[in-house]
């Protein structure tokens, strides 16, 4: 067994998963509420702009962190739940309006071969196809929010230190 890491050691490896990630979580939902805002869809691109100010609160709760105030971790465990709700939201709104895209012409024939298998129409098969990913997106944002809202807390002693 390896001995336990350095709080010192810890405290690094949190802030480089945290600014990753809250920079990531900035730019690509940042860029979801402007591609939505320039579409018209307000409600989207209010999502967005939550999700995007979730990853806003994660890179405070780096900046935090980097000046020596351990009330970074703070900021870092309060963006997850956030990011999580504003991924719900999404996918509790998509369901509620479906939008299924066209199908290209390479596909057609594919698409209406299984959903005859099923015994669906090509638009119910499409909208089946559509609930099933978004219920899978859902079930993994709330695994990766709760990994990471775990992985900030389970740190909190050691970046007391």
Not at 83 to 93: Q, S, T
Request: glycine letters at 8%.
């Amino acid at each position: 067994m390896r001995p336990p890491l350095l709080p010192a050691e810890v405290l690094a490896r949190v802030v480089r998963v945290a600014r990753f990630d809250g920079l990531s979580v900035l730019v690509l939902a940042g860029t979801f509420a402007l591609l939505k805002a320039i579409d018209q869809q307000a409600a989207f691109a209010v999502i967005g702009l939550a999700a995007a100010g979730a990853g806003a609160l994660e890179l405070h709760g780096v900046n935090q962190l980097g000046h020596a105030d351990t009330r970074g971790v703070r900021w870092l465990l309060a963006s997850q739940p956030i990011l999580l709700a504003a991924v719900l939201a999404y996918c509790a709104l998509r369901l509620k309006s479906p939008d299924v895209p066209p199908i290209p012409e390479a596909l057609r024939s594919l698409v209406a071969f299984s959903a005859g298998q099923l015994g669906l129409s090509v638009e119910a098969y499409l909208r089946f196809v559509q609930q099933i990913t978004i219920s899978v997106l859902a079930i993994v944002s709330a695994a990766v929010q709760g990994g990471m809202f775990l992985y900030y807390w389970r740190r909190r002693s050691a970046i007391q230190q």
